[in-house]
């Protein structure tokens, strides 16, 4: 018996519309094909975050019986309402809560770095908003940019909430929330903290969301520009599987787009000496993470292993479950190995000073910011990354520097770190790093081959995936979380002695990296992150070599310069330890 | 220097104990809920919330420092400064503030010497603006500690102020 089967029948502007009890007045409109504007409201609910606060009342209507207006995002249809989008009641109505939001508002949008992409400002365009006629007092809240990685700016902020939404449903992190209250709230930290002292992880799941720039990434694009074409340093750069299918969505190209070749070539236009892919190292990091899998197997180690490159998970576990930290592969991220190996194998082989090699790198993350200045992450003293720009800053330097992107060749990564495998190129979306390494440790633990290594059982959008692999005698127990809320779980499972995986793929963000928080804006269409997710798999079935120890440049690393997977050096270069670190 | 809100050393021990207690006996599977009881608790053993307490509370509720901090700023019953002896409360809502409130509060604060929220030197008295207490038929009303003075006068509050210093005096004394 379906407990909800009732309809009701109302009318949006005459056209009657027949909808289940329950369904608001925006849902219904969109049935009618009546467009409402919204503001606060986020409707996510396939990664599981619904934002209807009803805060910013940019949506309302009229009810026709009633005379009044009511938010739409939040009003249920009854039975025979009768609802008017188009009045000059319900017009002005909205223009109002718009104007309002402005009057306190920095309107400083020229050089906002969200100009021309803020949903703000595309709703006053849209509401032919050309005089605000309200002055009052302004918000004036400090700036935080302690966390190296996500700039605050409260005063743009316009108290949607869809940042705790996120922060509270999905990530079930909950580092911000409204503090004090009437004019004096503000969205922020415990105690006003900074938020590098806090237990945020650095997901960037809130900038994705935030309509204005209350909440972006801190920009490190002019320390990236003084390092170009500066005589005195050798800077290089690598790029993430993910930027690849997402980036041409800033030049106008389809969602899922792969511009690899034209994004080399960018990166060339723009000044660097060598291009890297951090696709290498994502091969490189299954080599070292098949193997330390099949030593735990073997040994008789802690199980289940966790995979370690996304930085956003690594705060997560080391805040919120330090007891459980011996789990996680010791292995550095993709990004931190390329990096390690500029300054080290490269400068070798290319005969200059370490010390002068600047390494960028472009992610789909603002998370990768924090992790390149984790002080576990350097050799000698120096970072293993210096810079990390995201998918959406490069594109602002590319559209900076005049390049015209949709008419650049195609080129091709330097050899040296920039053979990949399609194993590597699956890393940006979720349940890829598992059936990379799976993929290798098949082998490393039988000996045979893999014949059929599209494992698409590890794919897929939902949220916690399990399966298993018979890999030779053993069965191997493969978990898969997207979402730290989703993680949570597993984490919890394991804390109990519930769980019995062998290996665990974590991902912060909702299908991996693709829906990393550096990413180009979806403005709430989750369709998006699917597109570029099939993208990297499409780009997997064309390459000629799919499992990541198959990497010709790979096998050349260990012959010339490591040794063996997870020798000595290998381990000195490539793996990392964690540290608990409180929880707020 | 900056702050540790993970550092409770500086709390009572005897006090945080009893609000463990307090704790152990709640329903921890409701414990968005038990939020609002633990800090009434907390803040009369402690008299105030100070940020490392917040935090204790949060742990042991397992609910982000945040949301507590939160509750905590948005309630004006809360407090996140050391209180005085006596918590005069003076009723803002709308019919008290019609019948004059506003003067009454002016004269308390001229009387005790502070501003609102802040703890009078002599740690006798914090005087709080707060919302609408329910009780309008009073207006306008306000609250000492636990006791209710209803149709009150800036005049009145002379003799209101005093008798409090003198009773303060004699528990000294005593």
């Known amino acids: 018996m379906k407990l909800i089967d009732k309809m ?130 302004m918000m004036s809240h400090p700036i935080d940019d302690s966390s190296g990685a996500i700039l605050k700016n409260p005063n743009k902020c316009i108290m949607c909430r869809r940042c705790t939404t996120m922060c509270d449903e999905m990530q079930t992190v909950g580092v911000l929330s409204p503090l004090k209250r009437g004019f004096d709230v503000v969205v922020a930290t415990a105690f006003h903290l900074d938020l590098g002292e806090t237990s945020c992880t650095y997901c960037g799941q809130c900038v994705t969301v935030c309509p204005t720039a209350a909440l972006a990434e801190l920009p490190q694009t002019a320390s990236v520009w003084r390092r170009l074409n500066n005589e005195n340093r050798h800077t290089v750069v690598q790029v993430a599987p993910a930027v690849r299918v997402a980036i041409g969505e800033m030049f106008g190209y389809e969602p899922g787009e792969i511009s690899t070749g034209k994004l080399v070539s960018a990166l060339r236009r723009l000044g660097f000496d060598a291009v890297f892919d951090t696709n290498f190292g994502a091969d490189l990091t299954i080599v070292e ?41 010791s292995c550095k991220s993709p990004q931190s190995m390329v990096g390690a190996l500029s ?55 590319i559209k900076e520097a005049a390049i015209d992107f949709r008419t650049l060749p195609e080129d091709s990564f330097d050899d040296i770190l920039g053979e990949s495998t399609g194993a590597s190129t699956i890393f940006g979306a979720t349940g890829g790093v598992i059936e990379a390494a799976t993929r290798t440790a098949y082998e490393m ?4 081959e893999l014949k059929n290594v599209d494992l698409k059982q590890m794919r897929g959008m939902e949220g916690i995936r399990e399966t298993s692999v018979q890999v030779g005698e053993k069965t191997l127990k493969i978990g898969i979380a997207h979402e730290l809320g989703n993680a949570r779980k597993l984490l919890e499972d394991i804390r ?78 490539l793996h990392t330890t964690y540290s608990a670190k409180a929880r707020i | 220097m900056k702050e540790t809100v993970t550092d409770i050393k500086d709390l009572d021990k005897e006090l945080l104990g009893k609000l463990d207690e307090h704790i152990a006996t709640l329903d921890l599977t409701r414990k968005e809920e038990s939020l609002i009881p633990t800090l009434y608790k907390a803040q009369e053993l402690f008299g105030y919330l100070p940020h490392n307490l917040q935090w204790h509370i949060a742990r042991q509720l397992d609910l982000p ?90 005049d009145d509050m002379d003799e209101i102020i005093e008798s409090y210093r003198k009773g303060a005096a004699d528990d000294k004394d005593s």
Request: glycine share 8%; hydrophobic share 35%.
């Open chain 1, 8 to 137: 009701v029948t109302c009318k949006i502007n005459n056209i009657e519309v027949t909808v289940e009890q329950g369904t608001t007045v925006l849902e219904a409109a969109k049935k009618a094909n009546v467009d409402i504007p919204t503001l606060c409201h986020l409707d996510l609910h396939e990664l599981g975050a619904v934002n209807q606060s009803a805060n910013c009342r940019v949506c309302v209507v009229e009810n026709e019986d009633r005379g009044n207006l009511v938010p739409s995002c939040a009003e249920k249809v009854t039975e025979g309402m009768k609802i008017q989008t188009d009045t000059k009641k319900a017009v002005m109505g909205r223009r109002t809560s718009l104007e309002l939001l402005l009057s306190n508002h920095p309107k400083d949008c020229l050089t906002c770095v969200k100009n021309l992409d803020c949903e703000l400002q595309t709703l006053a365009n849209e509401m032919n908003m050309q005089e605000i006629h309200y002055t009052g007092e």
């Open chain 1, 496 to 573: 109990d002695g519930k769980s019995d995986f062998d290996a665990i793929e974590i991902m912060a963000c909702p299908g991996g990296c693709i829906g990393g928080g550096g990413q180009p804006y979806h403005h709430g269409d989750t369709s998006v992150l699917d597109k570029r997710r099939k993208a990297l798999y499409a780009m997997d079935t064309k390459m000629t070599r799919r499992k990541s120890h198959e990497n010709e440049m790979v096998q050349r690393l260990y012959e010339d310069y490591l040794g063996k997977p997870g020798s000595q050096k290998a381990h000195q270069l």
């Open chain 2, 65 to 154: 420092s945040a949301h507590v901090n939160g509750v905590v700023t948005f309630y004006s019953f809360f407090s996140e400064e050391p209180m005085g002896k006596y918590t005069i409360s003076v009723c803002m809502g709308t019919a008290c503030f019609v019948k004059g409130a506003d003067k009454v509060l002016d004269k308390i604060l001229k009387l005790t010497g502070t501003q609102p929220n802040e703890m009078s030197e002599d740690g006798l008295f914090t005087v709080k603006d707060v919302r609408c207490i329910g009780a309008c038929g009073l207006a306008p009303v306000l609250t000492i500690n636990e006791k209710v003075y209803g149709n009150v006068t800036p």
């Open chain 1, 289 to 329: 993470e098949a193997k330390e899998l099949v030593d735990r197997i073997e040994n008789d180690k802690p199980l289940p292993m966790l995979t370690s490159c996304c930085p956003a998970w690594v705060q997560f576990i080391e805040q919120q479950f330090p007891e459980l930290l011996d789990i996680p592969s």
């Open chain 1, 445 to 448: 633990m039988t000996g045979k």
């Open chain 1, 343 to 397: 300054k080290t194998y490269y400068a070798d082989n290319v005969g200059i000073d370490p010390k002068n090699v600047r390494m960028v790198s472009v992610m789909p993350c603002v998370a990768k910011k924090a992790e390149a200045a984790r002080e576990e992450l350097n050799q000698d003293g120096q970072s293993d990354v210096d810079y990390v720009i995201t998918t959406r800053e490069l594109a602002r330097m």
